[in-house]
């Protein structure tokens, strides 16, 4: 599968003090699906402080879906110390 993720940003939750992240994601697969599950895991260094996964239903050949959801329990002040991300698809039908 080939999808494509951009413009991810980490950002403080508009009434508590949560990290959130929000990005765009590209079906280029040449296919549509009905679901398709995300996971996604934040380093801080070389450990892993959140893994988690993202659902987009109704995902569209050369659709563009953009998200945002909280990153687990981490605080704001985490998002300074994050040093990278991974994102994958895990399962799509």
Do not use: P
């Amino acid at each position: 599968m080939y999808f494509t993720y951009s413009n991810f940003k980490f950002k403080k939750h508009a009434a508590e003090n949560w990290l959130m992240i929000n990005g765009e994601i590209t079906n280029n697969c040449g296919k549509s699906f009905n679901s398709v599950v995300f996971r996604l895991v934040v380093f801080k260094g070389s450990t892993a402080v959140c893994n988690m996964t993202i659902t987009i239903n109704g995902f569209q050949i050369g659709q563009t879906r953009v998200f945002e959801k909280q990153v687990g329990e981490l605080d704001y002040k985490v998002a300074s110390e994050i040093t990278k991300y991974d994102m994958y698809a895990e399962s799509a039908y």
